[in-house]
Structure formats: structure tokens, C-alpha cells
């Protein structure tokens, strides 16, 4: 116990006055006059008595008193813990705690010392109090809904563990202040624990908690902490003796102030460790270790490690070595036409298909005359090249290719692949236009589309140099995309969307008959862009990030289209499959048109098709964002401040043990003065009726009856 006014108790001196009453105070002595003893000299009287107390109980009764009334004036308080102190001032506390759990919480001792700051908040918590367990990294999961039962809370803390998230506060927060709001008790506080990556908050993400609310960051960070990552591999892609080969070449990142030197940098692939170069990095800098080719036969998972340090998740990088999906085109053009060498209609294009390598072409021509409903499959994209009209048969099978995502290129001079309008044709072809008397050229552009964005910057090359000497006029539907016009406004390229495919017209020739662009530097640049996009064509990913949302109906798709999902597949099937994480836990797919998951976990997940006989799993690496790598921290005071706006209510970061909580104010709220007052009080009344009955009981001298 302690007591606000302590110089009181000077007062308990006047306990020795009751003392000294009952210790001099003497019987009085009655005088009887007697006649006959008048002329008697008098002798005064003196008590020989020894000085003792007669009334115990009343000495006691009164020195109580005494001693209540002076207590209670120095005002006595008990010491309390500082959290429940403040509990028994305000009212009971919904306590919201936000624990981090995002990868770069596995820094070192990070998570451990974060989950004892959760169990300190824990213990501290009043007999009225209920708290909520939020864990969260890029999402956010409610681990323990409110409660008061300290045992389960903790329980929940210890079962809490670092994932591969990355940091991101908004959510949390705004998590947090929905709870708040629905709250019912007078006080309210969302404790933030994390190591504040600065990388993980967006200053724009201002969260209005309730008003009354206080934020409570409390950070777990170690100044200046250092990290070696592993940021990203790069692919350089060569044939070799008909084998593709590839050149492996990984980027890495020093974020320390010391220089990393010697750093032994690994390859494996499949398990096995191929090839360690040592690095050499500078301080908060970047650098990068290239490996000996490796041959790209068939898709393999592969890993790059450089050392240990305090983080090691982002010490490994994951990802699969794949080789290069080549494009297949069938190329259709005019019976009597040479299919290869000088004079063939696409020797320009078969030159830009040898020069391309991401991606690769495989390309087959062939005369209309020989052209089948069975000569599309397995094909990515069909060239029409001025070619004459198509079969019944042809012409269907052709339009059931594009709506199941095939792709379609169309080039129109002299010839028509249609005798009437089609829904394949982009639009209503018109006559001839002759521009040998002035040249035409290209007057516009749609930048926007993928085929000509990389040429918005003039540097990447040119069109003003193109020249026109023939073209076709067409009218394009009010639904087509017109990609590039002629100088005289006339639509050049034309782009048509029918199911999951895509028709691009070109109203010229792919040669040097109509126009020179088949000889200018940028065709084998532009026509196989043009090819890729009407592939669909996406170079293979070699890692994703984790977080992001996997859509492995893409290749349950292509494999049903190629035939390879068992006998009777086609592409109106819905195949499932089994997923099968990093971890080892086992999840089901529901078919092509449910088969997107959220990818979660570091490492490789596999995923194995139903009806896919002998073919190798579908793996796919998974690697942690790497913001998570950049340890850079912002102080809770300012992030505390960014986030609410309100200084003020977390200005010490420690609102739950209340520093401001004075002596005085415990005392106050205690009242311990108000009991110990009313107990002297009652003394005194307890005193005074003793006094009188002793008084009534044995007479003035309260020592002797009153008749002796």
C-alpha cells in the first residue's frame, strides 16, 4: 500500500492523548461533612494507588479512531499493475491485436519476439476485458475472435507462424477499425505488431479508426538489419546440335552497408547442384552470377541458392527451366505457287520465322487445293496468303478452330479466300486501289494494340518509310478493330474477335508485290508479333510471385486441344486435376472452369491432370515478392501518425501500460480515504456510547463502581 499524503501520519501523535487521559486521570474522592470532626486540623490526601488503566476496550475504541482519521488523511492507495489500474479508470477494453506474419517477419528472432509482445498484451488484459487475434500479411485472417479467456488466446499465438505473404497494413487496418466500430465497450485499441516494413504501407491508406480508439504500434525490428537476396533469374536462349540451350543468369541484391565478398552462388536443377560461381557485391548494390548453358529438353525444376543469413526464404529462388514453346503455322496459299525458295508468296515470311527465337516458329505450306477440315489441328495460327476460295468443309472446320482459340491471318490482293461474306472475313472487301502514280503509305497507327506499342517510342523504329503500291479497299464491321490505315484514310489491318480466336486482315500482299514493307527491316519484326498474338502466345512463367491467382485451365486446355486427355478428349471437356502445395497438402480442382487457385507457399506446387496418361506433372515455381527482401522500416510514431492522423493518441507507442497514469489517479478512483474516514468516524460513535455506558455502569471515574 502506499499513501498520497504520507506527512499525515504525523498525526498519530494524538493517539497518546486518550493514553494520557486514561493514565492521570484519578477517582474522585467524595467529601462527607462530619460535626463532630470540625475542629479536626486537615490533612490532605494523597493517592497511593499505582497509575494503571482501568478501560482497555474504550483506550483502544479511541486510539482507532485516531488512527482512521489520519490514515484516511494521507490518503492510502493500493499498487496496482498499470493496465488494470487503467481498466478500473476507463471501463473495459476491446483489444484488437494485429500480428504480423509476413515473410519478412522470419528475419532472425523477429516472430518469436513478436508473439511474446502478443502474450505481454495478453496478461495484461482486466476481468472485463476481450481480445481479438488478427494475423495478416497481404490478407487477413481472424485467428481468435473476441474473448476474455487468456488460456485460448495464447494457445493461438503459439500456433501462429511466419508464412510467405507479403506486408501489407491497409487491410489490417481497415480490419480493425470494422471491428472497432461494432464494439460496445467504452475503450477501444488495435495493437499493430510488425517490424514496419516501409514497403508495406501506401501513405494514401488513411484508416479513421472510432473515434476514442487508440492505434498502438509496438516494433519488433533490428535497426539497420542487413539481407542477401535472391531477386530474379533471366534466360538467354540458343539451338545447339538441334538441342535449345540456355544461359542462366541470376540477379541478386546486398542490402547492407558491407560488401558481400566471395559469396558461393548455386545452380540445381532437379535436386542436383550443377555448377557454384562466387560474387563479389557492394554495399546496397546489386549484382549478378551467370551459370554454363544447361540443355532445355523438357520442363525441369530448378533452384538458385546464395548462402545464409538472417532471412533465408529469400536466400533460394525457385523456378522451372522450360524449353521454348514453338508457334505452329500453317501457311495456305494459290494452287501453282512455289511453296518455298524464290518466287514462293511466302518466302518473306518463312525468313522472318528464322530469325525469330522467343518464340519459335514451326511453319508448313501448303496450296489450298490440299487444305482439309483435319488440317488445323495441332495449329496455332493459319496464314490465308492470297489465296483462293476454300471448301464447305474447310471453311467450317477453319471457323471451329478460331472459336476454340486458334488464330487467323488473312492477306488479300488478287484473291479471295470467300466467295461471299463470312464471319471470318473482317468486314466487306471492296475493289483495288492503284497507288503507282503516288506511292501510299501508313497514316495511322492504333499504339494501344500489342503488335505496334513497342513502337510508340520513334526509336524502336519507323512505318514513314513503307510504301504502297496496291492495296484492297474493305468496309470493317462496326464491331472490328481497325489496327492501321493508308494515308487516304483506307483501313491497312484489321482485327476481328469470334469465340476465343482472333482474324487480323492485312489488305496487302506478304511480299514485295504490293508493297516493299516485306523488305524494309522491321517485317521480321512485325509479322511474327503479329503471329504471337493471334497465338495467344505467352512465354512460359518460369516463376510466379506468391499471392498471385494460378489459372491452370490454360494448360488443362491445351492439352485437351492437343489431343493428350485420353481417348475422346476434345476442348468442350472439363478436365480436373489435383494440386499438390509445397507443403504436401492435396487439393482437388473442379474442372477447367474452376481450376484457378491462389498460390500461397514458397516452393514448387505440382499439378497432375486427370487423364493424362504418362505425361509429367505440371509444376510450377513459386517465389516470395520481392518487396519482402527490403527490410527498410518506418518508425511507428510516424507510421502510427500516417495511418490514423492522430499524433496524439500514440504518441509514446505504449498507450496499453498508460505512463500517463498517475499516482493520484489511482487513489482517486481507488477512494480507499472514504472507508478508512467512515471507519474513524464510527470509532468516535462506537467510543461515545461506550463511554456513556461505562459512565452510567460505574460513575464519573468510569474505574470503580459506583457505590464503593
Known amino acids: 500500500m502506499n499513501f498520497l499524503a504520507p506527512l499525515f501520519f504525523v498525526g498519530l501523535a494524538a493517539i497518546a492523548v486518550p493514553i494520557i487521559v486514561h493514565l492521570i486521570q484519578r477517582e474522585r474522592k467524595d467529601i462527607v461533612e462530619f460535626p463532630s470532626l470540625m475542629f479536626i486540623r486537615r490533612i490532605p490526601y494523597q493517592s497511593v494507588e499505582r497509575r494503571r488503566i482501568h478501560n482497555w476496550p474504550l483506550l483502544l475504541l479511541r486510539a482507532a479512531a485516531m488512527a482512521l482519521v489520519v490514515a484516511a488523511f494521507s490518503r492510502p492507495f493500493f499498487t496496482v499493475d498499470p493496465v488494470r489500474a487503467a481498466a478500473a479508470l476507463d471501463g473495459a477494453r476491446e483489444v484488437v491485436i494485429l500480428l504480423d506474419r509476413s515473410a519478412s517477419m522470419g528475419y532472425g528472432d523477429h516472430f518469436q519476439r513478436a508473439q511474446d509482445q502478443a502474450k505481454q498484451i495478453i496478461s495484461g488484459l482486466g476481468g472485463g476485458d476481450q481480445a481479438t487475434l488478427v494475423l495478416f500479411g497481404t490478407g487477413v485472417e481472424e485467428a481468435i475472435r473476441a474473448t476474455g479467456n487468456k488460456g485460448v488466446l495464447t494457445a493461438g499465438i503459439d500456433a501462429a507462424r511466419v508464412s510467405a505473404d507479403s506486408t501489407r497494413y491497409g487491410p489490417a487496418l481497415r480490419w480493425a477499425q470494422s471491428f472497432l466500430s461494432r464494439s460496445q465497450l467504452p475503450r477501444k485499441q488495435a495493437v499493430l505488431i510488425s517490424d514496419f516494413q516501409r514497403s508495406g504501407w501506401e501513405r494514401q491508406e488513411e484508416i479513421r479508426l472510432p473515434e476514442g480508439a487508440e492505434l498502438v504500434p509496438i516494433s519488433v525490428a533490428t535497426p539497420e538489419a542487413t539481407n542477401l537476396s535472391v531477386t530474379s533469374v533471366a ?18 541484391s546486398n542490402r547492407s552497408l558491407r560488401e558481400v565478398t566471395n559469396l558461393p552462388v548455386s545452380l540445381e536443377v532437379e535436386g542436383r547442384v550443377v555448377d557454384t560461381r562466387n560474387v563479389t557485391i557492394a554495399p546496397n548494390a546489386s549484382g549478378s552470377v551467370t551459370f ?84 488445323f489441328k495441332g495449329r496455332s495460327v493459319v496464314v490465308l496468303n492470297d489465296t483462293s476460295a476454300l471448301g464447305s468443309e474447310a471453311t467450317n472446320a477453319l471457323q471451329q478452330f478460331v472459336e476454340q482459340g486458334g488464330g487467323l491471318l488473312i492477306a488479300t490482293a488478287e484473291r479471295s479466300p470467300w466467295n461471299a461474306e463470312s464471319r471470318l472475313m ?28 513497342p513502337f510508340r517510342d520513334p526509336r524502336n523504329g519507323t512505318f514513314t518509310n513503307v510504301r504502297f503500291y496496291r492495296y484492297r479497299r474493305i468496309e470493317p464491321a462496326p464491331d472490328d478493330r481497325v489496327l492501321a490505315r493508308f494515308d487516304d484514310g483506307g483501313a491497312a489491318m484489321v482485327e476481328r474477335r469470334l469465340g476465343g480466336g482472333r482474324i487480323v486482315l492485312w489488305t496487302s500482299t506478304l511480299d514485295n508485290g ?35 491467382t494460378l489459372d491452370v485451365s490454360v494448360p488443362l486446355a491445351a492439352l485437351v486441344r492437343e489431343g493428350g486427355a485420353g481417348s475422346g478428349g476434345s476442348a468442350g471437356d472439363k478436365p480436373s486435376g489435383v494440386v499438390l502445395t509445397p507443403s504436401g497438402q492435396q487439393l482437388g480442382l473442379g474442372g477447367i472452369n474452376a481450376a484457378a487457385m491462389t498460390l500461397s507457399e514458397q516452393g514448387f506446387y505440382s499439378v497432375r491432370m486427370q487423364g493424362a496418361g504418362d505425361r509429367k506433372p505440371l509444376s510450377v515455381a513459386v517465389n516470395l515478392e520481392p518487396t519482402e527482401s527490403d527490410l527498410a522500416a518506418i518508425a511507428p510514431q510516424e507510421f502510427a501518425t ?43 460513535l462506537g467510543e461515545g456510547m461506550l463511554a456513556n455506558r461505562w459512565s452510567r455502569r460505574f460513575g464519573p471515574g468510569l474505574g470503580q463502581p459506583a457505590d464503593r
Open 514 to 548: 504490293w508493297n516493299d514493307f516485306a523488305t524494309k527491316p522491321l517485317f521480321p519484326v512485325v509479322a511474327p508479333a503479329v503471329l504471337r498474338h493471334l497465338a495467344q502466345y505467352e512465354d512460359p512463367e518460369a516463376w510466379y510471385t506468391v499471392g498471385r
Open 426 to 453: 473482317p468486314g466487306r472487301l471492296g475493289q483495288m486501289v492503284d497507288r503507282k502514280a503516288s506511292l501510299g503509305t501508313l497514316g495511322y497507327l492504333d499504339y494501344s494494340h500489342p503488335v505496334f506499342e
Open 292 to 375: 554454363p548453358p544447361v540443355t532445355a529438353s523438357a520442363p525441369v525444376r530448378a533452384r538458385v541458392l546464395a548462402g545464409k543469413d538472417e532471412l533465408p526464404a529469400d536466400n533460394t529462388f525457385h523456378f522451372v527451366l522450360a524449353p521454348s514453346r514453338p508457334v505452329s503455322v500453317l501457311i495456305v496459299q494459290a494452287d501453282g505457287e512455289p511453296v518455298s525458295g524464290p518466287g514462293s508468296p511466302s518466302l518473306f515470311m518463312l525468313t522472318a520465322f528464322d530469325v525469330s527465337t522467343a518464340p519459335r516458329f514451326t511453319a508448313e505450306v501448303v496450296p489450298v487445293s490440299r487444305v482439309s477440315a483435319g488440317s
Open 642 to 684: 500516417s495511418a490514423t492522423g492522430r499524433a496524439a493518441a500514440t504518441a509514446s507507442g505504449q498507450s496499453l501500460e498508460r505512463p500517463e497514469l498517475t499516482a493520484a489517479d489511482i487513489e482517486k478512483k481507488q477512494s480507499v480515504w472514504w472507508f478508512l474516514f467512515l471507519a474513524g468516524v464510527m470509532a468516535l
Open 235 to 252: 534466360f538467354q536462349r540458343a539451338q545447339f546440335s538441334g538441342e535449345e540451350r540456355v544461359t542462366i543468369t541470376a540477379g541478386l
